[in-house]
């Protein structure tokens, strides 16, 4: 039996209907994200947003670009694009918005992440 996921709600459902996505992603952050689905192949993909332990503070946040969403996983959908996360990863996401910054410096994406007490000098990683 196949325990994933395929067909993406349009929000998070809870028993009073559609909740509150668990995270947003800027116009920046969107537009990288499937630039980089399309460079790759990957139409159809899922972006996973997952938090796991790494960096100074203890918690990093993991993405990827998968199939399909695991058995239990929140999936919603922004902008044409569908994400999904575990109910862990989302207890610490809830309310975060994340966003694409390039510079001269560097290029990549900034969680702007409520729940967090502390972050590292480099911003990779939080503490919750």
């Not at 998070?12 to 192949?41: C, D, F, K, N, W």
Request: net charge negative; hydrophobic share 40%.
């Amino acid at each position: 039996m196949d325990s994933s996921v395929q067909a993406p709600q349009t929000a998070p459902q809870t028993a009073s209907g559609p909740a509150a996505p668990v995270l947003t992603l800027t116009a920046s952050a969107i537009a990288q994200i499937q630039q980089v689905m399309r460079e790759q192949g990957l139409s159809g993909h899922f972006l996973a947003v997952r938090v796991v332990p790494g960096g100074c503070s203890g918690l990093s946040q993991h993405l990827d670009l998968v199939k399909e969403a695991k058995a239990g996983d929140q999936v919603w959908q922004q902008d044409g694009l569908t994400l999904c996360t575990d109910a862990l990863s989302a207890s610490y996401l809830q309310g975060t918005v994340m966003d694409y910054v390039k510079n001269e410096v560097m290029a990549g994406f900034k969680f702007d992440i409520p729940k967090a007490t502390s972050t590292c000098g480099c911003g990779s990683s939080f503490s919750a």
